[in-house]
């Protein structure tokens, strides 16, 4: 059984940073792109960030490059983003998922909450 | 940035009504979209992929069909089950974009 479980979520003050992980199981983590996506509270959905199988290229969203930084560690089947510069608008829960350009969101992890908030 | 725009935003339907989705993107695609149906409190599940290849376990009561920039998903027969948020999104291009979302309702 494939399994996504994503760490590292909680209340951040506004200026603060945030390291969340992603620990993937059942599957050969390092055969898959992999993608963040959030949802803030009542809201849709919106792709952060994404990442290839070797960590070599990595792509963010505009509103969140400069901040974050996804990295993978293929090693250990981890998924990571850190979060600085945290701002209100960050609040959400991030889903850790394999997809990424041709490759579509096929397992999801079940998300972990960021509030930002002082 | 591709813009990817889903209608209708709500839909209500009753059990047994066929429901139709619609999705337009910004420029074209090419077959590169999903279709994500998310229940309150869950993440997202994939139900058809590539536009029309329907994932595994996924009920035939789903089918999505389109190219270019217009894209469908279509529910058979509407099943208690089946209320719930729809969500398109391409994978053609980064940055990845998602529709804003059709929330199915009991009519």
């Known amino acids: 059984e494939v399994q996504l479980v994503e760490s590292g979520g909680g209340l951040v003050q506004p200026g603060g940073s945030l390291r969340l992980s992603c620990a993937a199981s059942g599957v050969t983590f390092s055969n898959y792109d992999m993608s963040w996506v959030r949802q803030a509270p009542g809201k849709g959905l919106e792709w952060v960030s994404g990442v290839s199988t070797s960590g070599g290229n990595a792509y963010y969203a505009a509103s969140v490059r400069g901040r974050f930084t996804i990295s993978r560690d293929n090693s250990k089947n981890t998924l990571s983003l850190q979060m600085n510069s945290l701002r209100a608008e960050d609040s959400a829960v991030y889903y850790c998922?394999?997809?990424?350009?041709?490759?579509?969101?096929?397992?999801w992890g079940q998300g972990t909450l960021v509030t930002v908030s002082s | 940035d591709i813009q990817m725009t889903q209608s209708p935003f709500t839909l209500a339907a009753s059990v047994g009504d066929r429901v139709t989705i619609t999705c337009r993107a910004s420029?074209?695609?090419?077959?590169?979209l999903a279709w994500y149906q998310q229940k309150p409190g869950r993440a997202p599940d994939l139900l058809i992929y590539k536009t029309s290849s329907l994932e595994s376990g996924v009920p035939s009561r789903f089918s999505g069909s389109g190219s270019g920039t217009e894209f469908t998903l279509t529910i058979s027969s509407l099943q208690p089950d089946d209320f719930a948020t729809y969500y398109c999104?391409?994978?053609?291009?980064?940055?990845?974009?998602f529709g804003g979302g059709t929330k199915v309702e009991i009519k």
């Open positions: 420029q074209s695609i090419n077959m590169w």
């Open positions: 999104q391409q994978y053609n291009t980064y940055p990845l974009t």
């Open positions: 998922t394999t997809g990424g350009q041709w490759l579509r969101m096929g397992y």
